[in-house]
């Protein structure tokens, strides 16, 4: 993980179960949506732009990848 990384917040969502099978999404990035593997919190982060990440979860709601 970056140094840029140390300032950020990070969250798992609250229905996620203790199994370690969970994303976390990084808050205080400006301008973008941060997401890591919460079992292994320094290892890679993926980064996406505002637009990729409303664009991501828009279709996740709307049942796009079911």
């Not at 637009?51 to 991501?56: A, D, G, K, N, S």
């Amino acid at each position: 993980m970056t140094d840029d990384h140390a300032l950020v917040t990070w969250a798992k969502s609250t229905h996620s179960n203790d199994e370690g099978a969970c994303v976390e999404l990084g808050h205080g990035a400006p301008g973008c949506a941060l997401v890591r593997d919460s079992k292994d919190r320094q290892g890679t982060v993926l980064r996406f732009s505002q637009r990729q990440w409303l664009t991501f979860t828009t279709a996740l709601k709307a049942g796009d990848f079911e």
